[in-house]
């Protein structure tokens, strides 16, 4: 009876694995939209509909999805009090191609604001392609836009006229270092231009989205948002 006993304890381990596997998946899968195209759009359980949060739009890197852009910021929206959006790009040549993101990014915006009241300007945030799209996006529609973070871009946009009091954080590891110069070079355009952005070198890290990028970002959201430390 004993051997018996331990041959069935087994499998019923294996299978509460799978369904606690299925639970993860299924945590974020409950906010996949797929009209008007893929996106996900979440909001924590304290969000109020009083038009006093901010959409943080996240955007994800080449070779990624969108869902693992939301795994990585979902868990600080409740503390950081923002309505997460995270949609799905067309990708080719490992870059995403503005004209369509941007088409597709404005039909996905009709959308959520019939789910969602938040504030009039929102907050982008990009990783690697995502962020040299969110910063071209930014700098075309900066009136909409409340602040942009930029981590790991491989190139960078120049600003219209229009976009010079937008706020701009760019991060990129020290050991990245192609991009870490083009991070460099690109600060040093923009402020002979009369433009400014806020450039940070992590040391010791590479091309990731790392920690430091995060938490920087979360932070640069706080200050442009008007959100101190001490609300947190």
Same mark, same amino acid.
């Given at each position: 009876m004993k051997i018996q006993l331990?041959?069935?304890?087994?499998?019923?381990?294996?299978f509460a694995l799978i369904l606690s596997g299925c639970s993860v998946l299924d945590s974020s899968r409950a906010y996949r939209h797929q009209t008007p195209s893929e996106y996900y759009l979440y909001y924590?359980?304290?969000?109020v509909p009083d038009g006093k949060w901010t959409l943080f739009i996240g955007l994800y890197g080449e070779g990624e999805r969108s869902g693992d852009c939301f795994k990585h910021? $979902? %868990?600080?929206?409740?503390e950081y009090e923002f309505v997460l959006l995270c949609p799905t790009l067309v990708e080719e040549d490992?870059?995403?191609?503005?004209?369509?993101? $941007? %088409?597709?990014?404005?039909?996905?915006?009709?959308?959520?604001y019939k789910q969602v009241v938040v504030d009039d300007r929102f907050f982008v945030a990009g990783y690697s392609a995502g962020g040299e799209f969110a910063l071209a996006y930014a700098y075309r529609y900066p009136h909409a836009i409340v602040g942009v973070s930029v981590m790991s871009a491989e190139s960078f946009p120049l600003p219209s006229s229009q976009a010079i009091d937008l706020p701009v954080l760019i991060t990129v590891g020290e050991r990245d270092e192609e991009r870490a110069k083009a991070a460099q070079d690109f600060s040093e355009t923009l402020e002979a231009s009369g433009f400014a952005a806020r450039v940070v070198i992590l040391p010791g890290v590479d091309?990731?989205?790392s920690g430091d990028a995060t938490r920087l970002t979360l932070d640069f959201y706080a200050q442009v948002t008007q959100r101190?430390?001490?609300d947190h």
């Amino acid at each position: 009876m004993k051997i018996q006993l331990k041959k069935a304890i087994i499998p019923f381990a294996l299978f509460a694995l799978i369904l606690s596997g299925c639970s993860v998946l299924d945590s974020s899968r409950a906010y996949r939209h797929q009209t008007p195209s893929e996106y996900y759009l979440y909001y924590p359980d304290n969000y109020v509909p009083d038009g006093k949060w901010t959409l943080f739009i996240g955007l994800y890197g080449e070779g990624e999805r969108s869902g693992d852009c939301f795994k990585h910021w $979902e %868990r600080y929206a409740e503390e950081y009090e923002f309505v997460l959006l995270c949609p799905t790009l067309v990708e080719e040549d490992d870059a995403f191609i503005l004209a369509e993101g $941007e %088409r597709m990014i404005s039909s996905v915006l009709s959308e959520v604001y019939k789910q969602v009241v938040v504030d009039d300007r929102f907050f982008v945030a990009g990783y690697s392609a995502g962020g040299e799209f969110a910063l071209a996006y930014a700098y075309r529609y900066p009136h909409a836009i409340v602040g942009v973070s930029v981590m790991s871009a491989e190139s960078f946009p120049l600003p219209s006229s229009q976009a010079i009091d937008l706020p701009v954080l760019i991060t990129v590891g020290e050991r990245d270092e192609e991009r870490a110069k083009a991070a460099q070079d690109f600060s040093e355009t923009l402020e002979a231009s009369g433009f400014a952005a806020r450039v940070v070198i992590l040391p010791g890290v590479d091309h990731q989205l790392s920690g430091d990028a995060t938490r920087l970002t979360l932070d640069f959201y706080a200050q442009v948002t008007q959100r101190s430390a001490f609300d947190h």
